[in-house]
């Protein structure tokens, strides 16, 4: 099945599988550009940086870096966790920056030119530290944007940091039932005040003002389950990717 999709304002956008391929997708033809193979599940993808290459998560602990102008993959080693990376996130403000979830809990931000240690653990909350861990769960979801950084948890809950200090923000997000793998996508990431994210739940996209915590369905609903979505930067498209496979 198709576990994530991710829009690249060039005009393509990738898709990842239980699998381990890796697509990148001509959008104007809808048609197949170029493929990888990864050596487990991958379990998202987050396009950006130069050449538009595709980090993708796996399922074996590492982020991969697929370049689409070339078949190469290269691994990146990512400190010494072994937890399996369940969500990616390349920053759109820096070319090198990218964020990673994990099934432990864990959310890191990374320097990809120098990837032996993190250069940000998101981990605190409040007066304490949570050693290392944003959310009690897996993460299954991650959005990095210029100065914040927005996690879900399978058990429905959502995080917004700042992605200078790694200090947990209050807000008045909403807790949902349950959230599975996604892939979430914001309008306007620089000014996440005024901005939203789009979050799969259940059979719909459902669109969450990060100011209010107010959500309404963004999509209607379809058979089965959302599994991704993902916003075109520059239009007003938005990808959704159902259980199905379509």
């Known amino acids: 099945w198709i576990c994530s999709a991710a829009w690249h304002d060039v005009g393509l956008f990738a898709t990842t599988t239980s699998d381990g391929k890796v697509t990148a997708w001509d959008a104007s033809r809808l048609e197949e550009a170029v493929s990888w193979r990864v050596p487990c599940e991958a379990s998202a ?23 689409p102008l070339s078949t190469r993959v290269s691994p990146l080693e990512i400190g010494s966790n072994s937890s399996a990376a369940t969500a990616v996130s390349r920053a759109r403000h820096c070319i090198f920056s990218l964020c990673a979830g994990r099934h432990d809990g864990s959310a890191r931000i990374y320097d990809v030119r120098s990837t032996s240690r993190p250069v940000l653990t998101l981990d605190k909350h409040g007066d ?8 009690e769960r897996d993460i299954v979801g991650v959005h990095f944007a210029a100065r914040f950084a927005i996690t879900a948890c399978r058990d429905g809950s959502l995080g917004l940091w700042d992605a200078f200090s790694g200090i947990r923000i209050p807000t008045h997000l909403p807790k949902f039932p349950s959230l599975s793998m996604l892939s979430m996508a914001s309008p306007n990431p620089l000014v996440p005040s005024d901005a939203c994210v789009f979050i799969p739940v259940e059979g719909a ?14 999509t209607p609903s379809i058979d089965g389950r959302v599994r991704a979505c993902s916003l075109r930067p520059s239009k007003a498209q938005i990808l959704v990717v159902g259980d199905t496979g379509t």
Do not use: I
């Open 45 to 67: 993808a987050s396009v950006g940086g130069g050449h538009c290459r595709v980090a993708v998560a796996c399922r074996d602990g590492s982020v991969r870096l697929c370049d």
């Open 128 to 135: 304490t530290t949570r050693v290392g861990r944003a959310h």
């Open 205 to 218: 996209v459902r669109v969450v003002d990060l100011n209010t915590g107010k959500h309404a369905a963004a």
